[in-house]
């Protein structure tokens, strides 16, 4: 098959849709199959685009209604476009958050092959979220007459769509190399000490953890915070430990791959206290797969993850006593620590990167034929 993959975003950023269009990508290749990634040119790059990579437009900054900037794709011209889609031939093109501006739109409107829809990101349950959820109708509608099948990461980044829409929604989970994480060496633990990574923004809630970890700090002198990553919030969250002199708190900056990976295998708690506007929570994963017990907060997309004995991670991020007394167990109480870590070591399996992209082709192929049996009725 000749496969499109459509990224909205800058390609060249971190984050989970890039990088599971980044997987599909090079599995998908090694299995014989031709694919070309479609995603907008990153502000300031030169030069021709990478191999198997198509760019459309131009990334702009687009700070969204949820408290997150994105680098998205806009400024494009329609007749490109149309002459990438006519050279390029599809046989299927698989767009990434379709309703993100304004890329994936239009490839789907334009495109003369069956389209596959894949949905990320979650509506936050709040007034934020439900003025979304106005705009967002109209435009979707227009848009899913051209969709012959329609993907999400997990249930709270289909249940928007799949209420109002009345199509199947497929659920292929996000993804983790299980074995990148697992693998030896085996990193010796720091005793007490939390981690967080991801980006600093006002939804990621890291202010609520500070907080919770201000309570545990005064009890416990041996615990400490590592907050790993970079965003608008940083130098608030600073300020913060500074003005309440909040001891045993290190702001790391953004890291690489591999120290990511080896700050999840050192850490004794990771920490995601997101409050909202997460869909899936791949680094929730990461931790399992280190053997790294988690503390989460309890949104909507977390919660689809941390499922039967994950439930203990679940925690209100607002509530500070309860968060701190969460941290502490999980520090601490070795029963509970290792019933935790032998059912995240059976769990995280399932979402194995070869698993997944099992599932993705197995749609591919499905929506081809069918596409190809009514051409030919």
């Known amino acids: 098959m000749k496969i499109g ?14 990088k599971l269009v980044k997987l599909l990508d090079e599995e998908l290749t090694s299995r014989s199959h031709d694919v070309k990634i479609i995603t907008p040119r990153p502000a300031g790059y030169k030069g021709d685009a990478p ?22 794709g806009a400024n494009f011209d329609t007749n490109e476009l149309e002459e990438m ?36 990101a979650t509506v936050p349950d709040n007034a934020i979220g439900k003025t979304v959820e106005m705009f967002r109708i109209p435009f979707s509608r227009s848009l899913f007459r051209k969709i012959a099948a329609m993907t999400a990461v997990s249930d709270s980044a289909a249940k928007f769509v799949s209420e109002w829409s009345g199509q199947d929604i497929t659920i292929v989970p996000n993804y983790i190399d299980i074995q990148q994480y697992k693998k030896p060496p085996r990193v010796k633990r720091d005793v007490s000490t939390i981690l967080y990574l991801g980006r600093l923004e006002k939804r990621k809630g890291v202010k609520y953890l500070i907080k919770a970890f201000w309570g545990l700090a005064q009890r416990d002198d041996r615990v400490k915070l590592l907050i790993a990553g970079d965003g608008s919030e940083r130098m608030r969250l600073q300020n913060y430990v500074n003005d309440n002199d909040i001891p045993r708190v290190e702001f790391m900056g953004a890291v690489s791959e591999d120290e990511k990976i080896r700050l999840m295998k050192q ?44 439930l203990l991670s679940l925690v209100n991020p607002k509530d500070s006593s309860e968060f701190s007394r969460r941290l502490e167990i999980l520090l601490y109480d070795k029963a509970i620590r290792k019933v935790w870590m032998e059912w995240a070591d059976t769990y995280v399996e399932q979402f194995d990167s070869n698993i997944v992209i099992d599932q993705y082709e197995a749609i591919y192929k499905n929506v081809v034929t069918k596409s190809t049996r009514k051409s030919k009725d």
Request: aromatic residues 10%; proline residues 7%.
């Open 267 to 310: 850490a004794t708690v990771y920490c995601s206290p997101a409050i909202y506007g997460e869909s899936f929570g791949v680094v929730l994963l990461e931790a399992m797969a280190s053997g790294t017990p988690v503390v989460a907060g309890d949104n909507a997309g977390y919660a689809c993850v941390m499922k039967g004995t994950g």
């Open 85 to 120: 889609l006519t050279k390029e031939h599809f046989d299927i093109i698989n767009v990434h958050e379709p309703e993100v501006p304004v890329i994936g739109a239009q490839v789907a409107t334009h495109a003369n092959c069956p389209i596959v829809a894949t949905f990320h």
């Open 5 to 18: 993959l459509v990224c909205p975003y800058d390609f060249f950023r971190h984050g989970a849709v890039q």
């Open 51 to 72: 191999p198997r990579t198509i760019f459309i437009g131009r990334s702009t900054k687009w700070n969204t209604p949820l408290s997150t900037t994105l680098e998205i």
